[in-house]
Nanobody
Framework: QVQLVESGGGLVQAGGSLRLSCAAS????????MSWFRQAPGKEREFVAAIRRSGGSAIYADSVKGRFTISRDNAKNTVYLQMNSLKPEDTAVYVC???????????WGQGTQVTVSS
């Protein structure tokens, strides 16, 4: 089992920035590709970004490309999501996930709320 705990969410004005963190525990962190998903009220959960086990490459949803950056620190068992130029449509619960495959989660965190005001 892998336990995932997100932090860093909050309320920010449009155009602002937030940095989300997700701390992992349990099995070796470097065994897993890490992802961020989000779910807005009344909408399906959607993929945001994912990063390979080594951190060598990442993929992004088109809606966040150029604004969000995913990174990881395997020594700290933590994955990050730097979110810049935030828009009201980025408002959602952001959930961290871990899996054997890229953007194919096996384990999920509880999520952290991000609210972007216009």
């Amino acid at each position: 089992q892998v336990q995932l705990v997100e932090s860093g969410g909050g309320l920010v004005q449009a155009g602002g920035s937030l940095r989300l963190s997700c701390a992992a525990s349990g099995r070796p962190f470097s065994n897993y590709a890490m992802s961020w998903f989000r779910q807005a009220p009344g909408k399906e959960r959607e993929f945001v970004a994912a990063i390979r086990r080594s951190g060598g490459s990442a993929i992004y949803a088109d809606s966040v490309k150029g604004r969000f950056t995913i990174s990881r620190d395997n020594a700290k068992n933590t994955v990050y999501l730097q979110m810049n130029s935030l828009k009201p449509e980025d408002t959602a619960v952001y959930v961290c996930a871990a899996g054997a495959g890229l953007a194919r989660p096996d384990y999920w965190g509880q999520g952290t709320q991000v609210t972007v005001s216009s």
